[in-house]
């Protein structure tokens, strides 16, 4: 996983107990898949208070904008289908528009709990995303899908 420190992510959220699902590819890999990724993809819950510590957790990680310049964040700052943050733990995505998904709530259901160095942290299933990679309808996503599907038949064997 180059350019990620996962460890440090998620110390940060859970410290400020942000409502999280580790979706895309560190999902994928996490759920066993042998991909790579060079970021990690988040959906979250939209929520004031929710933002308001998501924010608090990612200033600790000193955020900076894709030209390098650091910000300082609030729970204004997450808004639109998605947003990328450039932290000393690696690139973060915040996922506001989920496809195959109606609402966090639901994605929160669908997730499994993975404990990463004694923190337990909710990760999308195969099982959403699936429903998530079905439904973009984008090309790019076909191999993961084939890899998906190929890890929920050996579960099920």
Known sequence: ?????LL????????FGVRYVVIG???LLLNGAGV???DV??????DK????????????LEPR?????????????????????????GVLQIINRLTGIQSFDELEKLSTP??????????????ALEKMKESTGREKDIPHLEIIRSLIRKRKT
């Open 36 to 38: 790579t990724t060079r």
């Open 65 to 89: 904008l894709r030209n390098g310049q650091p910000i300082v964040l609030d729970e204004k700052a997450f808004g639109g289908e998605f947003v990328t943050f450039f932290t000393r733990a």
């Open 114 to 127: 993975m404990e990463i160095h004694g923190i337990v942290v909710q990760v999308a299933s195969l099982q």
């Open 8 to 15: 440090a992510l998620v110390q940060a959220l859970e410290e």
């Open 1 to 5: 996983m180059p350019d990620i420190e």
């Open 49 to 60: 208070s929710n933002l308001q510590n998501l924010a608090h957790a990612l200033n600790k």
């Open 41 to 46: 993809d988040l959906s979250i819950a939209l």
């Open 25 to 27: 590819g560190m999902a």
